[in-house]
């Protein structure tokens, strides 16, 4: 299969924004089908081995090869005309709970890696929220462990600091622990010419034995 990277840049010429996660999703899984056909692709797959109730965002086999895709899509609001399709993203916020979601998406994969031979797995974020891939001002911050700017490393385990409340941990309180080691390189997606949060972009690691 070609490089994803490849994949999103062709992506972003027919589609460069999207109205949801699940919008992106599709898209991502149609242009996939396009350009190989003859490959199985589905949506929302539960493998089974990786936990009772979690789904692979995007599967694919080709030849003798599975990959599993995993999506996020966080936006700032904006409001915005496009190809004559109207677009209102909402201000999602709360990074810090988008930051540690991706890096359990990384965990996840790195599980169905391990499971299914001949497989890989890519982790994907994609935003027009600078907060992502820019690192903080502040240094001690309660999710310092899961910031994901640019040029950071994510490796070994990965936690709330203290002062995180149990609101902003609830259902998240457990700590995150890597296999790999991740440098973190931030990619250009789409630039609207007359918008707010105007620059998209996104994050992908490729997850592999």
Known sequence: MAPIEKIMKDLADKRPLFHSEADFQHALAWEIHTRYPSATVRLEVRPGRIGKREYIDIWIKNEDKIYAIELKYKTRKIDVKYDAEKFHLLNQGAQDIGRYDFIK??????????????????????????????????LATVDADFRIHEGRTLERKLKWSRDASKGTMKGREEPLGLKGVYSLRWLDYYKLPDAGPNQFRYLLLKIQR
């Open 105 to 138: 998406d990384i965990i996840r994969l790195e599980g169905f890696v391990d499971t299914y031979p001949k497989s890989i797995g890519y982790a994907i974020i994609l935003t027009n929220d600078d907060g992502y891939w820019k690192a903080a001002r502040r």
